[in-house]
C-alpha cells in the first residue's frame, strides 16, 4: 500500500515559525490534507491543497506541495501556544480513500 | 448538523467481551471511514464505506472486527472477543466524495 511519511516530534520557540514536512507515494492524490489534533479530541481540517499548485497560504498557515519529490509541507507562522497539537498530512488514494501520516507533535517552548 | 456523532466516548471492557462502538455520520455525507489510533501504529484505516457499501475493509485487523451500516445515518464497529491488544482510540470519520472527512470525537476503548 502507499505510505505517508512524517517526522514524529518537532520542538520550537513561541513565536519562531514551525515546519513540518510530509512525503507521499501516490503521485495520483488530487488533493493533500492537513489535520490538528488537540489532545483528546478528535482531528478537525486546517488546510488542504489541490495538487495543481504549488502553494496555499491561509493567514499563518503556508502550505508547500513539490510533486516531482511527492514532498508536502506546513509552515506555521508566529507559532503560539496554541499550536501545540498533532499534525496529520494525508492524501486521497482512488476515490476517496483517506490515508494518514503518523503525525508530529508540536512543541512550544515559551 | 451536531457533526460526526460517536458513543460511547469511553469504554472499559472485559477481555473476551462483546464490544460495540457507535457513529452517526453527518447528514448527507455518502462516505463513512473508521479508524484506529494507538501510540505505536498513529492513526490506520480499518473500513470505509459508500453509500452504505464497505469498500475497502483491508485494514480490519483480524476476523474478531466487523463494521456494519445498515442505512445512511448509523454504523457499528463491533469487536468480538476483544483483547487488550485492541486497546486504543477509534474515530469515525464521513466526508463526501474528494471533500474533506469530519472526525469524530472518537471513543477510547480500554481492554483490562
Known amino acids: 500500500g502507499e505510505d505517508v511519511e512524517q517526522s514524529l516530534f518537532l520542538s520550537v520557540r513561541e513565536g519562531d515559525s514551525s515546519v513540518i514536512n510530509c512525503t507521499y507515494t501516490?503521485?495520483?492524490?488530487?488533493?493533500l490534507y492537513w489535520y490538528k489534533q488537540e489532545p483528546g479530541a478528535g482531528l478537525q481540517l486546517l488546510t488542504y491543497i489541490f495538487s495543481n499548485m504549488d502553494m496555499k497560504q491561509d493567514q499563518r498557515l503556508t502550505v508547500l506541495l513539490n510533486k516531482k519529490d511527492k514532498h508536502l509541507s506546513l509552515r506555521i507562522a508566529d507559532t503560539q501556544t496554541g499550536d501545540s497539537a498533532i499534525y496529520f498530512c494525508?492524501?486521497?488514494?482512488?476515490?476517496?480513500?483517506?490515508?494518514f501520516g503518523q503525525g508530529t507533535r508540536l512543541t512550544i517552548n515559551p | 448538523d451536531a457533526g460526526v456523532i460517536q458513543s460511547p466516548r469511553h469504554e472499559v471492557t472485559e477481555m473476551g467481551q462483546e464490544v460495540t462502538l457507535r457513529c452517526k455520520p453527518i447528514?448527507?455525507?455518502?462516505?463513512l471511514f473508521w479508524y484506529r489510533q494507538t501510540m505505536m501504529r498513529g492513526l490506520e484505516l480499518l473500513i470505509y464505506?459508500?453509500?452504505?457499501?464497505?469498500?475497502?475493509d483491508s485494514g480490519m485487523p483480524e476476523d474478531r472486527f466487523s463494521a456494519k451500516m445498515p442505512n445512511a445515518s448509523f454504523s457499528t464497529l463491533k469487536i468480538q472477543p476483544s483483547e487488550p491488544r485492541d486497546s486504543a482510540v477509534y474515530f469515525c470519520?464521513?466526508?463526501?466524495?474528494?471533500?474533506?472527512?469530519?472526525f469524530g470525537q472518537g471513543t477510547r476503548l480500554t481492554v483490562v
Open positions: 470519520a464521513s466526508s463526501l466524495v474528494r471533500t474533506e472527512a469530519f
Open positions: 501516490d503521485s495520483s492524490s488530487t488533493y
Open positions: 494525508a492524501e486521497i488514494e482512488g476515490a476517496q480513500k483517506l490515508v
Open positions: 447528514s448527507g455525507h455518502d462516505y
Open positions: 464505506f459508500n453509500n452504505n457499501v464497505p469498500i475497502d
